[in-house]
């Protein structure tokens, strides 16, 4: 692993403005960063304290201040230029996501190319950032809105998207006009500190700093002190819900906005008449890949009772000949969870089902032959009421759940707190609009015959519920990192009110 040319070192600071030098963060706790596949030690990280929190605050603030003066388009040409180095360390970048976090390596791959696109997105955004004009009823009167930035906007980041999430949020910021402090997980410190190292070249080759910023610190004290920092008018949080919840109310109390993606619980419903050349590889990629560490993995399957038996017969051919262990070798189609703890969560998970009345139908004991935390894909028959069904495990168990009619599953399919991804697997058109409308899926993303993870970023990114109704990304999703202000200009001699009010003053 070439960890040099991004930058890493044997020690690294948790701390940067986007300057030359790392801020100096030596006298304090250092974190170290393991290979969950290996256990090998990576590197160790200097974590912030509140001083340099501070010293952070007034970088950004700085340079915001002529940040949102420079137009746009000139915004767009500095992310274009981080897209160029993006591109030209992929296999680098991707290679450290993979040893870090433990994904394999085509997928991290795909998330460092997931960040090139949104590059992309963002430089064509940064001239479309449009606002609306509105006929005045009043005579010799211009009405529009326009767009302004924020100011700062915190993006707190989870560890499983340890690169993108923060693309996610920070080119779309930026090109609004913001700047980004950016706290990563600390479970994929490195993984954040490459990026600042790419972003760095950048900024120092164009003169700035301050518009990308990184802190590296624990939630009770750097986490604590963003989410509660009046200064900072916007919070991007992706996490899980406990964090969500927390978050929303500190954020709340001050009155501030966030932008809040949280634990997913999705579900695909298999219809009598689908393909089921789609629906296996579709099944097996959504709950498998990324160990089911993604928040759109699949968790829950619908299947009519009639098809139980063929499908999951189906899915346990499927998943015997998944490929687990080091997730850096070409022929690896899972690596292992994040940490012990995860291991403990899918275990314990696995227990609760059966205790429950579930039936293993495949796996579910964690793997002693190999050193890291490494556990086998499980599938369990269950039913949708089971209380640790309607959790968000992260791990790959994968719950298949029988259905008697259309009604039935979609009524069950929404029957948990989580609203992320959904898909539906029909040739019926009936069924698919069904599943569409109002009265179907109440996910933020709804699929027909294709699976419930690795959205496009084209798309607005989020979900309901206790998912937290953020969107990220596409779409419109930029107008949450802007100010919206409307404005009239009177270009009469006269002095009209709204509402034909008279006020006559003598
Ligand atoms: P987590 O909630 O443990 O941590 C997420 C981030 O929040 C980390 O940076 C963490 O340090 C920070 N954090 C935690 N408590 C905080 C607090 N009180 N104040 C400030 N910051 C705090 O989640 P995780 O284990 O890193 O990630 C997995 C979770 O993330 C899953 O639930 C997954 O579904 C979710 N996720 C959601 C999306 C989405 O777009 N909806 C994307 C990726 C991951």
Redesign the pocket.
């Given at each position: 692993m070439n960890l040099e040319s991004l930058g890493i070192k044997k020690i690294n600071s948790g701390a940067c403005i986007g300057g030359k030098k790392w801020i100096d963060c030596s006298k304090n706790k250092s974190f170290t960063s393991y290979s969950p596949g290996s256990l090998d030690r990576i590197s160790d990280v200097q974590i912030a304290d509140k001083a340099i929190y501070s010293d952070i605050v007034l970088a950004s603030q700085k340079a915001f201040k002529s940040w949102r003066m420079l137009p746009a388009p000139k915004r767009g040409e500095l992310i274009y230029q981080i897209s160029l180095k993006l591109r030209q360390h992929k296999d680098s970048l991707g290679s450290l996501i993979s040893y870090e976090m433990g994904k394999i390596k085509s997928e991290g791959d795909g998330e460092v190319q997931e960040m090139i696109d949104l590059a992309d997105f963002a430089v064509g955004l940064s001239r479309q950032l449009y606002g609306l004009t509105m006929h005045s009823e009043r005579p010799n009167h211009r009405m529009y809105e326009q767009w302004h930035p924020l100011g700062i906007v915190g993006v707190?980041?989870?560890?499983?998207?340890p690169m993108a999430?923060w693309a996610w949020n920070a080119f779309i910021a930026a090109v609004c006009g913001d700047v980004v402090i950016w706290?990563?997980?600390?479970?994929t410190p490195l993984c954040a500190i490459a990026v600042q190292n790419i972003c760095n070249e950048v900024l120092i080759e164009n003169g700035y700093k301050g518009i990308f910023n990184l802190i590296i610190g624990e939630?009770s004290n750097i986490?604590?002190e963003i989410?509660s920092d009046r200064r900072i008018p916007l919070i991007s949080?992706?996490?899980?819900?406990?964090?969500g919840k927390?978050?929303a109310q500190k954020v709340g109390s001050r009155l501030g906005k966030t932008i809040l993606?949280?634990?997913?619980n999705n579900g695909i419903i298999v219809d009598e008449d689908s393909n089921l050349d789609l629906v296996i590889p579709a099944i097996v990629f959504g709950a498998v890949g990324t160990a089911g560490q993604r928040?759109t993995s699949t968790r829950r399957v619908f299947i009519h009772k009639n098809q139980f038996n063929l499908i999951s017969n189906k899915l346990v051919a499927a998943y015997k000949q998944v490929k687990i262990g080091d997730p850096l070798l070409p022929d690896t189609l899972m690596g292992p969870l994040i940490d012990k703890d995860a291991v403990n969560g899918y275990l314990n998970a696995i227990e609760n089902a059966l205790s429950q009345g579930g039936e293993l139908l495949y796996g579910g004991s964690k793997l002693e032959s190999l050193k890291g935390s490494f556990v086998e894909p499980a599938i369990i028959k269950a039913e949708s009421h089971f209380e640790i069904v309607k959790q968000?495990t992260?791990a790959p168990i994968l719950y298949l759940i029988e259905y008697e009619n259309m009604d039935e599953a979609i009524k069950e399919h929404n029957n948990v707190s989580q609203g992320?991804s959904s898909s539906i697997f029909t040739n019926n058109v009936i069924n698919s609009e069904k599943f569409l409308s109002a009265m179907g899926s109440d996910c933020g993303i709804a699929n027909v015959n294709i699976g419930t993870s690795g959205a496009e970023i084209g798309g607005a990114?989020?979900?309901e519920k206790d998912?937290g109704g953020g969107r990220e990304s596409g779409s419109d999703s930029w107008k949450a990192y802007m100010r919206r202000q409307t404005n009239t200009v009177n270009w009469s001699l006269d002095l009209p009110l709204a509402q034909g009010i008279k006020f006559n003053l003598e």
């Open positions: 707190i980041t989870a560890f499983n998207f999430v706290k990563p997980s600390l479970k939630d986490g604590e989410v949080a992706t996490g899980s819900t406990k964090m927390i978050v993606e949280l634990g997913g928040c968000e992260f992320l990114f989020g979900g998912t």
